[in-house]
């Protein structure tokens, strides 16, 4: 395995990276084999059971999952074991790595240029994805990992561009001219709608060098990341999982793959949720769905297959309420 040209695909909460994802594997060679490296806040993942719902390592996309918060914590440790394997199992083309909105991108790519890995990797292109419209919100411009995700960027994809005002635009090059490197690109669209040549070229980042910063974030126990994936579900049908770290807080369940969902049901909770994001893949009584919601807009997509139902939730602060509702949506 040598020289895997890899980038770095970041962005806060509900900016679309796993939809960018998603549309950049449309234009793999069919040829390739590529690997994601996917990192949730939350201790139950998502994004995983997602993209494996929709591309297949038969399809040459091999995927691993690193729940539980930033996946540089603990010296990193998570993250190296989850790249290793994944790079031993795929022997990839392409290596695209989506750190949680919550992350550290810094630090990330502090791991990614670790002695290791020199020879092994070729990083490319970071790519942030950015709403435009959260530039008016002083939560996120101050914010330091929104500053972290601004300035490791070689390319500022801005999303959603169908929900912005003009001024959003000034915003936005305001803010990427004050804190971005001197030579970031911006690219406009939708959908995370991106062209596969916008990965190509060496980051800039790396040339500018990783200075990280000192950070900190409630895992609770330490297994707990990489045990909830495995552990049974009981009789109660369910496990839940709480975390905490920046500022907001995640709630996360699985349920066991017999029960099924009320699509009417579930759609009306889901949109009542007071929260910064929600993400969620369910077996209803109308097909398997994924579900997504950012701000005011919520999405369904088809999957042809769900394992087992799961839901992310992450707010500033999570309801008690919220489990009971889910339940209720079972038949």
């Not at 690109?185 to 991106?194: D, E, F, H, W």
């Not at 905490?244 to 009417?264: I, L, T």
Request: with cysteine.
């Amino acid at each position: 395995i040598q020289a895997v040209p890899t980038n770095i695909i970041t962005g806060f909460l509900g900016v679309g990276k796993t939809s960018t994802i998603l549309h950049l594997l449309k234009s793999k060679p069919e040829d390739e084999r590529w690997a994601i490296l996917v990192n949730e806040f939350g201790e139950i993942g998502v994004d995983g059971a997602l993209l494996q719902g929709q591309s297949t390592e038969e399809s040459g996309v091999f995927i691993r999952e690193v729940p539980g918060g930033c996946m540089c914590c603990t010296a990193g440790v998570p993250m190296q074991v989850a790249l290793n394997q994944l790079l031993s199992r795929s022997h990839p083309d392409r290596l695209l790595i989506e750190p949680t909105g919550l992350g550290h991108p810094l630090e990330v790519l502090k791991v990614l240029a670790e002695q290791q890995y020199q020879g092994v990797l070729s990083i490319q292109k970071i790519l942030t994805l950015v709403d435009a419209r959260q530039l008016s919100d002083p939560r996120y411009t101050e914010h330091e990992i929104f500053k972290q995700q601004i300035a490791i960027a070689d390319v500022i994809v801005a999303n959603k561009q169908d929900l912005y005002q003009q001024s959003d635009y000034s915003k936005l090059e305001h803010y990427v001219l004050k804190n971005g490197q001197p030579q970031v690109n911006i690219l406009v669209t939708q959908q995370g709608s991106i062209d596969v040549a916008y990965l190509e070229g060496a980051s800039g980042a790396i040339a500018a060098g990783t200075d990280s910063h000192e950070h900190h974030q409630d895992h609770g126990q330490d297994q707990q990341r990489s045990v909830l994936d495995r552990i049974p579900i009981h009789t109660r049908g369910y496990v839940q999982a709480i975390n905490r770290g920046e500022g907001f807080e995640s709630v996360g369940w699985r349920f066991a793959g017999d029960q099924v969902f009320s699509h009417a049901k579930l759609f009306a909770v889901l949109i009542s949720f007071d929260a910064e994001r929600v993400k969620g893949v369910f077996n209803t009584d109308e097909g398997a769905f994924a579900y997504n919601m950012a701000g005011d807009s919520i999405t369904r997509t088809d999957l042809p297959d769900c394992h087992e139902s799961r839901i992310e939730v992450i707010a500033m602060q999570i309801s008690d309420e919220w489990g009971r509702q889910l339940l209720e949506c079972v038949f």
